[in-house]
């Protein structure tokens, strides 16, 4: 297998974790490159679902290393909650897991300010997951944040949060929120740094004597191309470069030496929080609802649904590279007929055919749609692509070809089994 990027070609949510663990059976190493544990990554293996955070979806796959990379930002309690998590249901949590030593932490004063800002934002409030995700990489972009190697020198570590949590409380109180006692969260984050001691190291050095041992790396996207800080549906985004680029920053392995990007969509758009959602449509909502589908792996808010979006696919297409597809969720549409696909939209009288830049102008972008025939039969138990009914077929081509990227994977139900390679 080729050092192949995966990333969501949408809002996020597209079945990443999925389609990780379904290729790491032909990788060695897969790596997360940015974001916390505001990512939800589902996979159902076994009849078993096990939902990850911060640990990439490869380590349900014995023998493969899973890297925390350091564009990541990492909130020690979670980290360790979700290790021990691991562990109980039975899954082996050791030497294949590498945590980088110049990932960011999240603080609890973090998490705090996120959920104030959003409070006072009010119904311009951005829908967070409330992991504190945005002010953590405000910090490390002003170059105050702390990071792994802080957290494992015990004595610099408190040195340097008691700074912060003098200077945070000022704000919380600010805001009218409760302050933080340091007491407590030097304790419960220097309990949580000698549990993840183990794990920590300089991962770019790893993954060079990786590369150069010939071995092949999966980068695990978290969130999707419109949600990406540069990129994305701003300010309705999450604070990191989701997109291909962001794997190179967040792992220290150089652009040359990845081959593929891939790119993950959903057979038809979901969103969770707020901002423009140009194809939403209340009636597949309902219906996907109804099925039980379609609710957040991080915070079990409903996901907002839509018809599949090819402007903004062709536009993450441009950003990601993208040159392989996987389509996951087509059984979603198996009752479903007929069915639109946006192929453009009218803003103010005139066609666009790239998402504009601007919040209000996206939300007032009217999807032009192109409809197809649905196939109304079950797809879940196809194992080829000949076996999905003439309907699906073409469904899934249109939207490759809308796209411009090669099919390469299809998938019809959660399970590890439930996916077609062409
Ligand atoms: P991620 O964040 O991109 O990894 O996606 P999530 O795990 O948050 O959400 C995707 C949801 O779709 C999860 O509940 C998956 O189990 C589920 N899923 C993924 N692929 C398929 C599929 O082809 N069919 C069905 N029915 N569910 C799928
Ligand atoms: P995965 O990896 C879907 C969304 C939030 C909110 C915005 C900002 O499972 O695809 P944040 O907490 O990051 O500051 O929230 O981004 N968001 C996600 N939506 N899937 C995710 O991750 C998301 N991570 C963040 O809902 O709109
Ligand atoms: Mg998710």
């Known amino acids: 297998m080729a050092n192949t990027i995966l990333v969501g070609a949408q809002w996020g949510d597209e079945g990443k974790g999925k389609i990780i663990d379904v290729l790491t059976g032909n990788a060695d190493v897969v790596v997360r490159s940015q974001g916390g544990n505001n990512a939800g990554h589902t996979v159902i293996h ?53 945590i980088s030593d110049c990932a960011h932490l999240v603080l609890p004063y973090h998490r ?50 008691q700074a912060k949590i003098r200077e945070n409380n000022s704000i919380l109180q600010a805001f009218g929120a409760k302050p933080i006692s340091f007491r407590q969260v030097n304790e419960s984050y220097l309990e949580a740094g000698a549990k993840l001691r183990p794990f920590v190291e300089n991962t770019v ?48 392995v150089p652009p040359h030496r990845m081959d593929v990007v891939l790119g993950v ?28 589908r379609e609710f957040g792996a991080t915070t079990g808010r409903a996901r907002r649904c839509g018809w599949f979006d090819a402007v903004a696919a062709r536009y993450a297409t441009m950003i990601n590279g993208i040159d392989e597809l996987a389509i996951t969720n087509l059984d979603g549409l198996d009752t479903v007929d007929p069915i639109r696909v946006c192929v453009g939209y009218r803003l103010e009288g005139k066609r666009v055919d790239v998402p504009p830049a601007d919040a209000a102008q996206l939300e007032n972008c009217e999807p032009i749609y192109e409809e197809m025939r649905g196939w109304k039969k079950p797809t879940h138990n196809a194992k080829k692509f000949t076996q999905l009914p003439p309907a699906a077929r073409d469904y899934v081509r249109a939207l490759a070809g809308h796209i411009g990227a090669k099919l390469t994977v299809v998938s019809v139900g959660p399970e590890r089994a439930q996916t077609i390679i062409l």
Request: hydrophobic share 35%; with cysteine.
């Open 46 to 98: 076994g009849g078993k679902k096990y939902v990850l955070h911060l640990i990439p979806s490869g380590i349900l796959r014995r023998s493969k290393t899973c890297v925390i990379g350091n564009g990541v930002v990492i909130d020690p309690l979670a980290l360790v909650v979700e290790i021990e998590g691991l562990q109980k249901l039975g899954i082996p949590v050791g030497k294949n897991l590498l």
């Open 112 to 161: 705090m300010l996120d959920e104030q800002r959003e409070i006072r934002k009010g119904d311009a409030k951005i829908g967070t997951t409330k992991r504190g995700i945005g002010p953590a990489y405000g910090d490390k972009a002003a170059r105050t944040g702390l990071r792994m190697a802080d957290l494992m020198q015990p004595e610099l570590f408190s040195k340097k949060l």
């Open 205 to 252: 050095v790893w993954l060079h004597r990786a590369l150069q041992r010939g071995k092949n790396i999966l980068f695990e996207g978290a969130q999707g191309t419109f949600l990406d800080i540069d990129h994305g549906t701003y300010p309705y985004v999450t604070s990191s470069n989701t997109t291909a680029g962001g794997a190179c920053t967040g792992s220290g």
């Open 265 to 292: 969509v959903k057979a038809y758009t979901t969103r969770v929080g707020e901002g423009a959602l140009p194809t939403e449509d209340a009636k597949l909502a309902d219906m996907l609802h109804e099925m039980g």
